[in-house]
């Protein structure tokens, strides 16, 4: 009887090992993220930290902004990260240039970006002789900037002077000033600037261009030895936005956090624009990283040849999408 209850012991024990070692090893699963630009477009990744979407998924994720797109790259192509949440600017620029980086979810499938002028300036036409302001040449504001004046008939090369001003705040100083005659910013922003007297003269998002503004990025490599892992980064993200668009007050909360910001109609402003532009279906489009394959062109060959399907893996939200998650979250 002794031998046997030992006998029957031992075997639960060992049972008991080949459960619990699995779901130890399910519940320290990490991810480490980094977010870019402290702007609305990467309100997704704050409401994921903030209300624990990946905890609840079994993740331990490290959620962290880094200083600039450049710089998230080098840490996810070193494997210090394994995702990085920018724009397909980032993408294009490294895998071009050999990396093999990988959008799997957009987030702002087009620009967002309004652009700002003096109160004197009531039509698109007078930006003609006149000089505006970005943030810095060939950031994603910069091109945004451009391909808009293009798509309602200006030059920004010829007909305008567009030069690197600096951050919001130092934008709108240089046109009190009147140094600048036009800008482009995102919400909050442009209650700042309405609060000055300027002109909220055009919001390129109303222009419908295809570009990830902001996307999940990884590397192929990665997708290879933790899809599991970053299919739950996909759902996390996605649930994030449903957030976004279904709890305004509470998202106001996360923004105001993040944007160290108080004011309260700009915070309405942000989230309800925010809202609205992120996907239901956040699928990472072909024609989103053509128009910089486009843009880049003229200037490398390899843009030229460039297959912009290559750039995205659809899998993950598809088969989340085929799955009924999203279908759920929107009936609820």
Do not use: C
């Amino acid at each position: 009887m002794g031998r046997s209850k030992t006998f029957i012991l031992g075997t639960i024990l060992t049972v008991s090992t080949f459960v619990t070692v699995p779901f130890l090893a399910r519940a320290q699963e990490k991810v480490r993220i980094g977010w870019t630009g402290i702007n609305p477009a990467a309100s997704p990744a704050w409401v994921v930290q903030d209300k624990g979407l990946l905890r609840k998924l079994g993740v331990s994720a490290e959620i962290i902004n880094i200083s600039s797109s450049p710089i998230a790259m080098q840490a996810l192509l070193a494997g210090e990260l394994d995702v990085i949440v920018s724009s397909v600017t980032t993408l294009v620029t490294s895998r071009l240039a050999g990396a093999d980086t990988i959008m799997i979810q957009t987030l702002v499938p087009t620009f967002v970006d309004h652009i700002v002028t003096l109160p004197s300036l009531t039509d698109l036409r007078q930006l003609k002789g006149k000089s505006g302001g970005v943030n810095r040449a060939g950031s994603t504001s910069d091109l945004g900037l451009r391909l808009a004046l293009r798509r309602v008939g200006i030059d920004p090369e010829k007909d305008t002077n567009i030069v690197t001003a600096g951050d919001a705040p130092a934008r709108l100083a240089a046109m009190s000033k009147g140094i600048l005659q036009f800008t482009i910013m995102p919400e909050p922003f442009v209650r700042e600037a309405e609060k000055l007297g300027l002109r909220d003269l055009l919001d390129t998002g109303s222009l419908g261009i295809p570009f990830h503004w902001n996307a999940v990025l990884t590397r192929q490599s990665t997708i290879a030895t933790r899809r599991t892992t970053l299919a739950k980064v996909v759902q996390a993200n996605t649930e994030a936005i449903h957030f976004i668009k279904t709890n305004r007050n509470e998202s106001k909360a996360i923004f105001s956090k993040y944007l160290n910001l108080k004011d309260s109609e700009a915070l309405e402003r942000a989230v309800v624009a925010y809202g609205k532009i992120f996907p239901e279906v956040p699928v990472p489009s072909p024609e989103g990283v053509k128009t910089m394959l486009d843009d880049l062109a003229s200037r490398n060959p390899k843009a030229q040849v460039a297959d912009p399907r290559q750039y995205v893996d659809q899998s993950f939200v598809r088969e989340l999408e085929s799955s009924g998650f999203i279908k759920r979250l929107y009936e609820k």
